[in-house]
């Protein structure tokens, strides 16, 4: 049974820092490709960024480049979402995701609040 389950989540202030982890079991973490994503209230799920099986390149949408930070530990199982410089827009619930080629799975999100 395939589980992805993130962590880190919660309330910061305008300007500050989270780190998010993505724990995942039940698959080869190393075979997959992994991805944050996130949804706030009203809008449609973002792809927020995404890194390679090895963690050789990674990809951020525009709105958080510069400010955000993916990386992996495949040992670990692990996938990580370093975030910087936070700003009220980036409030959502981030969810985690593993992709191999048709295979895609989920985890249950977890959220982001900012707000002073």
């Known amino acids: 049974q395939v589980q992805l389950v993130e962590s880190g989540g919660g309330l910061v202030q305008p300007g500050g820092s989270l780190r998010l982890s993505c724990a995942a079991s039940g698959l080869t973490f190393s075979m997959y490709a992994m991805s944050w994503y996130r949804q706030a209230p009203g809008k449609q799920r973002e792809l927020v960024a995404s890194?390679?099986?090895?963690?050789?390149?990674?990809n951020y949408a525009d709105s958080v480049k510069g400010r955000f930070t993916v990386s992996r530990d495949n040992a670990k199982r692990t996938v990580y979402l370093q975030m910087n410089s936070l700003k009220q827009d980036d409030a959502a619930v981030y969810y985690c995701?593993?992709?191999?080629?048709?295979?895609?799975?989920w985890g249950q999100g977890t959220q982001v609040t900012v707000s002073s």
């Open positions: 995701n593993a992709r191999f080629l048709q295979l895609a799975y």
């Open positions: 890194i390679t099986r090895d963690g050789g390149t990674t």
